[in-house]
């Protein structure tokens, strides 16, 4: 096509609006609309409005009214030369810069003018010297004194107002010099010639007679994302209650820099991947190597400490067939969400959140306290997802009643899915924790024994009672050379498999417990026990 060709498509390009925009991970579905009049026969629309980073492969286009059928589309960019601004513009400019030298002009011819009244103040002021140097008659007269000295006062006054004169009109001349200057240089740059990028899609139609058509288009496009965000607000009746609601809103949050307008759109957000294309996994060799124990690993077992996280299936409410819900990530079922509400979305690459969801559950509070993490006690409510789809994993907004306390991360929650959040800490609970530990060496046998107490010291700060979920921990040993023994839970329950101690404590108002267990970690003479 040529370039007179494309130069007339673009000025005689049908205006199109975008009607609903589909956002994925890093790419964003426009469907646009275009109505029109056609005549008989084979001819050529060019559609305006769309970007320049649209993504020629996925373009579609079809009619959804009138007598006519899409034979082909495609798109087409130009390169064309303008200036940056526009022909009023430059002459606004020019305008300024000859009222900025004419006021240049003006401050001139007052600078001159109160110079040669400056110099007459001078001249007079040199007079008045000389005067009173020869010696006035009858000098010894106060009213003569007093001649002289008002005559002086009103030179000087004067000479004071002109040089405030001058000094205006020089500031002035500065200030329209800066002026010109400014207006010269916004010309200049105005009128350079810079490369504007057009971009339409043309389609090819055949109308079977004249009359209005409307078509749609449909394309994909880059510099634009959505990632899901929650805000998870606490309801309670008091602050000791052990039930509550809570209110889930989601959030898509989404960004565009694409170059388009998107006002008053439908919008809506997919999980989908349409970028990502299945690949074979990679196969390479494993390579297995093996050496003999040194003398020193042969006499002695060396242990290592770790700390391990532990899953919680359903949170102790069953098990599920996998260790992790299926999402985004490893294959899930795309979801899409509509927004609640048409809206707008500018082209500016900032963040915009859109209401996609709102979820009122039942939940169940309890104060849990990990005295070995933090000295307070946290808020923790429990949940069961109802509703008719998944919580996406995304960061989340904490509030309790209408203050906000924190920010946290939901993993991937499914339909029907116990899940649980921290609400932030509960200031009327403190807790102190010491621990008091024995070392104990056999001289004959060489066997160790560490006996380690632990003692938590629990304040309820607050004017009502309440029920404590008290959280600790002991090791867990993973080889046979290491025993780990409990002497006295006290009022803990343990379990043994991932070396928890639980126990729910009612603390009354203004009132402090204490707590303790006791356990023991021995080992033979060849195992080297590490600090922990």
């Excluded at 390479?284 to 290592?304: G, M, Q």
Aim: proline share 4%.
């Amino acid at each position: 096509m040529s370039d007179i060709v494309v130069e007339k498509v673009r000025q005689d390009g049908r205006k199109t609006r975008v009607e609903r925009v589909t956002m994925f991970e890093d790419r964003a579905e426009v469907v646009r609309r275009a109505a029109f009049h056609v005549t008989r026969g084979v001819q050529m629309q060019a559609c305006t409005g769309v970007s320049l980073l649209v993504d020629d492969g996925t373009v579609q286009a079809k009619v959804i009214h009138g007598p006519a059928r899409v034979l082909s589309v495609r798109v087409l960019r130009q390169v064309h030369l303008e200036q940056a601004l526009g022909r009023e513009e430059i002459d606004a400019l020019e305008r300024a810069a000859r009222e900025a030298r004419a006021k240049i002009i003006a401050a001139e011819q007052a600078i001159e003018r109160t110079q040669r009244v400056l110099q007459q103040h001078f001249q007079l002021s040199d007079q008045w010297v000389k005067s009173v140097a020869l010696g006035p008659k009858n000098a010894a007269d106060g009213a003569v004194v007093a001649s002289y000295r008002e005559a002086w006062r009103a030179i000087d006054g004067a000479a004071k107002v002109t040089l405030g004169e001058l000094e205006k009109a020089r500031a002035d001349k500065a200030k329209a010099e800066q002026d010109a200057e400014l207006a010269e240089r916004r010309r200049s740059e105005g009128l350079i010639e810079k490369p504007r990028l057009d971009a339409v899609i043309e389609v090819e139609i055949d109308a079977e007679e004249a009359g209005d058509v409307e078509v749609e288009l449909c394309y994909r496009l880059p510099c634009a994302l959505w990632r899901p965000e929650h805000l998870a607000r606490l309801l309670t009746d008091k602050p000791d209650a052990k039930t509550g609601k809570m209110e889930i809103v989601t959030y898509a949050v989404a960004w565009q820099s694409t170059g388009e307008e998107w006002n008053d759109v439908e919008v809506r957000f997919s999980t989908a991947r349409p970028a990502k294309a299945a690949s074979p996994p990679v196969l390479a060799d494993d390579v297995l190597s093996s050496r003999k124990k040194t003398d020193e690993e042969r006499r002695n077992v060396v242990v290592a400490a770790r700390e391990q996280t532990i899953d919680f299936a359903g949170l102790e409410r069953g098990a599920r067939e996998v260790a992790e819900m299926p999402g985004v990530d490893d294959g899930g079922e795309p979801l899409q969400y509509a927004g609640k509400e048409r809206v707008s979305l500018p082209s500016n690459g900032r963040p915009f959140r859109v209401e996609i969801g709102r979820t009122n559950l039942d939940a169940e509070v309890a104060r849990v306290l990990m005295a070995s993490r933090s000295p307070a006690a946290h808020v923790r409510a429990t949940a069961t997802l109802v509703g008719s789809g998944p919580l996406l994993a995304g960061p989340v907004r904490l509030a309790r009643g209408a203050s906000v306390v924190g920010r946290a991360k939901m993993d991937f929650v499914g339909k029907g899915e116990p899940f649980e959040l921290g609400f932030g800490a509960d200031d009327g609970i403190r807790v102190r924790r010491t621990e008091d530990e024995e070392r104990e060496t056999q001289s004959l046998t060489g066997a160790q024994r560490i006996r380690r107490k632990v003692t938590l010291y629990l304040s309820n700060l607050s004017d009502t009672g309440r029920s404590v979920l008290v959280q600790e921990r002991v090791p867990v040993s993973e080889i046979d050379e290491v025993e780990i023994q409990m002497i006295d839970a006290g009022p803990f329950k343990l379990d043994a498999k991932d070396g928890f101690l639980r126990a729910t404590i009612d603390v009354a108002a203004r009132a402090t417990k204490t707590m303790s267990f006791v356990y023991e970690v021995r080992a033979g003479s060849k195992v080297v026990l590490p600090e922990f």
